[in-house]
């Protein structure tokens, strides 16, 4: 079955406090993706990778990292989390022609 | 102003009608256009996909793109309750670029 898997599904954590939410894909696909959905602003790319070692920012890329060590796994890292990335966080991934495309089930993560 | 507009909504029609949902957008390099459905607590779900402009149709589902007028279209012919979703449109300037969502639009379906 095609998946792309999030951990955690829910996190609360503290102003400051490294945190990583890790994503990952079954299909092989070469293109994955973060985005953070907030209220009345749809969804919003953070970064994406085009293949391994390969990522680049989207719109809202301030705040975080992702790595690409593997084509599966494209992992987010918040080193200093702050009160203003409290949202809703989808991974997703797709094939090349981009006619595949997958999210994962969300992370809601709070910053207190 | 945003590359990326769309009607917020909440859009009500009874079951049966027809459905339009459209996105206006800025960036004449987009080639890509994309409609996904969300469910509430869900994550996004690909609906259509379509390159550079003109119509393409997949069951009940119908999406359009007018290039010259940076304007894109989904209709839902045959509207049922399960319809009822957020319907976000996205495009990109290529396969492998970054991809710009509009903001979304609340569809509900009334019985």
């Known amino acids: 079955e095609a998946q792309v898997t999030q951990n955690p599904r829910y996190l609360i954590t503290v102003t400051g406090k490294k945190l990583t939410v890790t994503c990952s894909q079954n299909?092989?696909?070469?293109?994955m993706s973060w985005y953070r959905q907030d209220p009345g602003l749809g969804l919003r790319q953070i970064y994406y990778?085009?293949?391994?070692?390969?990522?680049d920012k989207g719109d809202v890329p301030e705040g975080y990292k992702v790595s690409r060590k593997e084509k599966r796994n494209f992992p987010l890292i918040l080193e200093s989390p702050s009160p203003n990335q409290t949202s809703l966080y989808f991974c997703?991934?797709?094939?090349?022609?981009?006619?595949?495309?997958?999210f994962g089930p969300g992370t809601r993560l709070l910053v207190l | 102003q945003k590359e990326v507009e769309q009607d917020p909504g909440p859009l009500s029609v009874p079951e049966g009608a027809i459905v339009s949902l459209n996105c206006t957008y800025s960036?004449?390099?987009?080639?890509?256009f994309m409609w996904y459905r969300q469910y509430s607590r869900k994550g996004p779900e690909l609906l259509m996909y379509?390159?550079?402009?003109g119509n393409k149709e997949d069951g009940r589902f119908t999406a359009q793109v007018d290039k010259s007028s940076k304007y894109i279209s989904l209709f839902i012919r045959d509207s049922q309750p399960s319809d009822s979703a957020t319907y976000l449109c996205?495009?990109?300037?290529?396969?492998?670029?970054?991809?710009?969502f509009g903001s979304g639009t609340r569809l509900s379906i009334r019985p």
């Open positions: 997703a991934s797709k094939s090349r022609g981009g006619e595949t495309q997958y």
């Open positions: 299909m092989n696909h070469e293109y």
């Open positions: 990778s085009m293949n391994v070692e390969v990522t």
């Open positions: 960036n004449s390099a987009f080639q890509y």
């Open positions: 379509t390159y550079s402009s």
């Open positions: 996205a495009m990109s300037e290529s396969s492998a670029s970054k991809i710009i």
